[in-house]
C-alpha cells in the first residue's frame, strides 16, 4: 500500500478531522503535489467543512475541491438522518454514526479525480484500531477496495492503478496524535466532533470526542480542542 | 451473480436508456420489490433524468430516488464538461464520453441505499460487448465490486452481503432489445443519446445512436426512437 518515491500526485480525502489532517500531512511529506477531497455530503456538522478548509490552507495543497453529494436521501444514520439522535455513550457493534457505504463512495469519487489528474495514490485516514465498528475501515476491505480501482480505470488497464494508501491503519490514537505533532500539525484547527455546536466547538461525550481526548492524554500532548462550555471531557 | 428466488428488494440503476430499462424489467420479473436509482450528476443530457422518470412510472417500482451528485467538478468526460465535444464517430480505446469512475460511484451509491433498505442485490445494466470500451463494464470489474461489497457493509460483516447482478453482461444489443421487447418494455419512454436536444431528441450520429439503432434493425423490432430532423439514423 505504500506509493513509493515516484508518487508525484496524490488524491487525499479530507474531512476536517484529526486523522485525516495527520494523513494529509504525512502524504505532503511523501508526494509532490496533493489534491484534497472534502465531500460535504449533508452531513449535521458542517463546522466540519470549515474545518476542512483551514487544514487544506494550513498544511498547503495544489488543490482543494469540497464536492456536494447529497447522502441524507439515503438514511440509516445518526450523522446524515435528523431523526436519529448522535449518542453520548459508547455502542457495541456498529454504531448508528456509521454513514452507509461511506467510504465506498468517498473512495470511488476520489478514483474519479485521481484518473483525471494523473494521481498516482489516494491517501485516506481510515484506523481499524479507533474505528468504531465500521466495517469499511478495516485493512481487508482497502485491500478490496484497491483491487477494485486496478480494473475501474483507465489507469488500470493501462497498467498505472491508482493505489490506496491508509498510513493511519494500524496506528492506536495517541501515535496519530504524536504523528501529527511532529509534522506540524496544528490540531486545533481541527474538529473530530460527531454533534458540535454552530461555532464548530465540540461537545466532549460522543463517541468520536472521547476517542479523541483520551489520544491527547495518552500521548501526552495538550488538548487544543475547543469544546462548548457544558462539555465534560 | 444471480440473486435466487429468495431475493425481495432490489435497488436498480436506472439511467434511463434502452439496457438499464430492460434490466429494470428484468428485476421486475425476478424480485419482490424494486428501488430504483437515478443519479443526476450534471450530465449535459438533462433529458435522461425525465426518461429515467416515465420508465420508473411505466415499469413499476417500490420508489425511485433521483440522486443530485455534481460529478461536474471532476471534468474529464464529454458527458459533464462542456469543454469537450461529444463525438460523431466511433473512436478507438476509451472514448471521450468515458465518466472517469462512474460505474464505481453509481454502484457506491446503490450500496449505500440497498444496505439501508436491506435489499440483496444490485441490478446494473452493463454490457460487455457493446460498452464502448469502457473498463468498468468488464466481467472481472463487476465481479471485484461485489467482493468489495462483501467487505464494504454491515449486512455483508453479518454475512448477507449485497449481490451485484449484471443481466445484459454478456448480451449483444440485439437480445437485449428483444428481451425488453418481450418484457413489454416501451422503448419509446428510453433515450440512449449522448447528446440529445432540449426536446428529448436523439441526434442519431454520436456511439450511442448508433449502437442503439443497429441494434434494433438486426432485432427486427421496429425503432421507435424520437430522432430531431436532421438525424440521420
Redesign the interface.
Known sequence: MCPGADTTRAVVLLSGGLDSATTLAIARAEVGACYALTVDYGQRHRAELDAARRVARALGVADH?I?????S????SALTDPGIAVPDHPSAG?PVT????????F???A???A??LNAEAIYIGANAIDYSGY??C?P??LE??G??AA????A??EGRPTRIRAPLLELPKAEIIKTGARLGVDFGLTLSCYDPDDGGRACGVCDSCRLRAEGFRAAGVADPTHYRATASA
Chains 1, 2 share one sequence.
Open positions: 475541491r464536492a456536494r453529494f447529497d447522502l436521501w439515503i438514511g440509516g456498529i456509521y454513514v452507509p457505504a461511506r467510504n465506498t463512495i473512495l470511488a469519487l478514483l474519479g479525480w484518473e483525471v466495517p469499511d478495516r481487508e476491505y478490496a477496495f483491487r477494485l480494473l475501474a480505470t483507465r488500470g488497464v
